[in-house]
């Protein structure tokens, strides 16, 4: 009976680990030096449904407010648009660990990753930070980590240093610089881009969800079999000699 618990415990265990997604905390310079550019958005709207494999997914579109680096033809109807695993489809919820969470008119600060002619946000849910006004400045909060000491929000401009740094980006001339939406259009007009970019990034390849889990992850689940399996042969090993005696 022992045994079979143990079996029980272990299942679960490793079912949890391997559907679970871990994040490094990653220094603000790596994460902008993995993305290829950045925005400010506002969430406009959602729409749920099953891709060609039978997977439920979330297309996320967002009026752009201001961008880094990045490229008004990657805009759709004026609308930058993300997809994201999970969501309720038909009355299905499909939740994905660790996917990022958007809300109704929420606005928020992207670390984006352009892959073959795709926009994808840079590492999963460390590319998404909170937009926070304290003391007269604004911030970035990380959505993974808001209370790490040293990742969990940046100044805004300390955030737009390290994209010029990173990609080697130059001021634009005055003709570019960032422009708000008037009031006599209802129509949201898209935000100029802050700074253009002095050659072309070549990101490296990653998967539609780069779930960045780190490679000691599968170590540690390896290890965790391993120990589950020295008990089990422990105990099976004590009921032999238990019978023998």
Not at 75 to 102: C, Q, R, V, Y
Request: proline share 4%; net charge positive; glycine share 6%.
């Amino acid at each position: 009976m022992l045994k079979k618990f143990v079996l029980m415990i272990a299942l679960a265990v490793i079912n949890s680990v391997c559907y679970a997604t871990m994040f490094f905390p990653l220094p603000f310079d790596k994460q902008v030096e993995e993305a290829t550019s950045g925005v400010e958005v506002r969430l406009a709207s959602s729409r749920v449904f099953k891709n060609s494999v039978g997977a439920i997914m979330t297309e996320y579109s967002f009026d752009v407010l201001e961008t880094y680096n990045f490229l008004d033809s990657d805009l759709e109807n004026e609308k930058l648009k993300l997809t994201m695993p999970g969501g309720t489809f038909e009355g299905i919820t499909s939740m994905i660990d660790g996917a990022p969470k958007f809300t109704a008119d929420e606005k928020s600060f992207l670390l984006l990753k352009k892959i073959d002619s795709k926009i994808y946000l840079s590492n999963f849910t460390l590319g998404k930070f909170r937009i926070q006004e304290s003391e007269g400045k604004i911030y970035y909060v990380s959505e993974v980590f808001p209370h790490d000491a040293n990742i969990g929000r940046i100044e805004k401009d300390r955030m737009i240093e390290l994209m010029k740094t990173k990609w080697k980006t130059t001021s634009a001339d005055d003709n570019d610089k960032i422009m708000k939406p008037t009031e006599q259009n209802s129509r949201p007009k898209v935000i100029s881009a802050l700074f253009k970019s002095t050659y072309k990034r070549e990101p490296s390849q990653e998967s539609e969800i780069n779930r960045g889990v780190p490679l000691f992850f599968w170590s540690s689940v390896g290890i965790l079999g391993f120990f589950f399996v020295f008990i089990f042969f422990k105990l099976n090993k004590s009921g032999f000699q238990n019978k023998k005696n």
